[in-house]
């Protein structure tokens, strides 16, 4: 685990980055967040689940057992909860995404509902997780619903997994990708800049919550070319394209995978990391 500082220039930052540095427009983000639904099927085949070491970590101040993952998609972070025994109700608004949550975890209470209106009681939950999906909620409204469905002392936290380019040939692989493709929070640098802050209350922002505490752990993912290419089409970068320039990114990052020596030859680990964001309710 990388624990991660959280001092003045940090601080500093935040507020940099809500200040409008990297952040959608509204409408953008409502295009963004919505795109998902049409690529429910390759989001759940394609996209990773979550180191259990971070959602161990997300957990751990909560007051209790009960857990909400919110903004769920097809089930990514609900199946990991799953395997850590936890009791856990999954949200999410996207009925092709809610659908394959469904499919994939059919034991699972899983609700139709967003962020900004939770279908839960007051205090229901000793924790809100939300893995690759806070960035697209609306705080103004999501962050009252969020603290209201909490008990007291209860925990929100974040998860992203972004790619660790540490790795020269993931530094790489970003580069030709392009950022319309792999966002801000694909990579672990930027994400502390723009994600740190920005989707969490913290004191002296929203008095609901104390001040964030950040964390990375290390989450190597088995994939082949096809495979990371197929990840790259769930991205909503690319979804939100018009469909004859998808291809153009696509094949960009095929020939690069077909050129290092790290991926050309079958199954390979692709270096990520789980990068976790928590505060806990006031």
Same mark, same amino acid.
């Given at each position: 685990?990388?624990?991660?500082?959280?001092?003045?220039?940090?601080?500093?930052?935040?507020?940099?980055?809500?200040?409008?540095?990297?952040?959608?427009?509204?409408?953008?983000?409502?295009?963004?967040?919505?795109?998902?639904?049409?690529?429910? #099927?390759?989001? &759940?085949?394609?996209?990773?689940?979550?180191?259990?070491?971070?959602?161990?970590?997300?957990?751990?101040?909560?007051?209790?057992?009960?857990?909400?993952? $919110?903004?769920?998609?097809?089930?990514?972070?609900? #199946?990991?909860?799953?395997?850590?025994?936890?009791?856990?109700?999954?949200?999410?608004?996207?009925?092709? *995404?809610?659908?394959?949550?469904?499919?994939?975890?059919?034991?699972?209470?899983?609700?139709?509902?967003?962020?900004?209106?939770?279908?839960?009681?007051?205090?229901?939950?000793?924790?809100?997780?939300?893995?690759?999906? *806070?960035?697209?909620?609306?705080?103004? $409204?999501?962050?009252?619903?969020?603290?209201?469905?909490?008990?007291?002392?209860?925990?929100?936290?974040? $998860?992203?997994?972004?790619?660790?380019?540490?790795?020269?040939?993931?530094?790489?692989?970003?580069?030709?990708?392009?950022?319309? &493709?792999? #966002?801000?929070?694909?990579?672990?640098?930027?994400?502390?800049?723009?994600?740190?802050?920005?989707? $969490?209350?913290?004191?002296?922002?929203?008095?609901?919550?104390?001040?964030?505490?950040?964390?990375?752990?290390?989450?190597?993912?088995?994939?082949?070319?096809?495979?990371?290419?197929?990840?790259?089409?769930?991205?909503?970068?690319?979804?939100?394209?018009?469909?004859?320039?998808?291809?153009?990114?696509?094949?960009?990052?095929?020939?690069?995978?077909?050129?290092?020596?790290?991926?050309?030859?079958?199954?390979?680990?692709?270096?990520?990391?789980?990068?976790?964001?928590?505060?806990?309710?006031?």
């Amino acid at each position: 685990m990388t624990r991660i500082d959280n001092g003045p220039e940090r601080d500093r930052r935040q507020e940099d980055s809500r200040s409008g540095g990297q952040r959608l427009p509204n409408d953008e983000r409502r295009l963004h967040s919505s795109s998902f639904g049409a690529a429910a #099927g390759a989001y &759940a085949e394609h996209r990773p689940d979550y180191a259990q070491a971070a959602v161990r970590w997300a957990l751990e101040p909560a007051p209790g057992p009960r857990v909400l993952d $919110l903004g769920a998609g097809t089930g990514k972070l609900t #199946g990991t909860l799953l395997a850590m025994g936890v009791d856990v109700v999954a949200v999410e608004p996207d009925p092709a *995404m809610l659908a394959e949550l469904r499919r994939g975890n059919p034991a699972v209470r899983a609700l139709a509902g967003s962020a900004e209106t939770i279908p839960l009681p007051d205090g229901s939950v000793d924790a809100v997780v939300s893995g690759n999906a *806070m960035h697209w909620f609306d705080m103004d $409204l999501a962050g009252p619903e969020i603290a209201r469905v909490l008990a007291p002392s209860g925990v929100l936290a974040g $998860l992203w997994n972004v790619f660790d380019d540490g790795a020269d040939w993931v530094a790489g692989f970003a580069a030709v990708t392009g950022s319309a &493709a792999i #966002g801000p929070r694909d990579v672990p640098a930027s994400w502390r800049v723009e994600a740190a802050g920005m989707h $969490l209350p913290r004191k002296g922002g929203d008095a609901r919550f104390d001040s964030p505490e950040q964390a990375e752990f290390p989450h190597g993912q088995g994939r082949t070319a096809d495979s990371l290419v197929a990840t790259l089409g769930t991205k909503a970068g690319v979804l939100v394209m018009p469909e004859r320039q998808r291809d153009a990114p696509l094949s960009r990052t095929r020939a690069y995978l077909e050129s290092r020596p790290e991926t050309a030859d079958g199954a390979f680990t692709l270096p990520m990391l789980t990068s976790v964001l928590r505060v806990r309710r006031s």
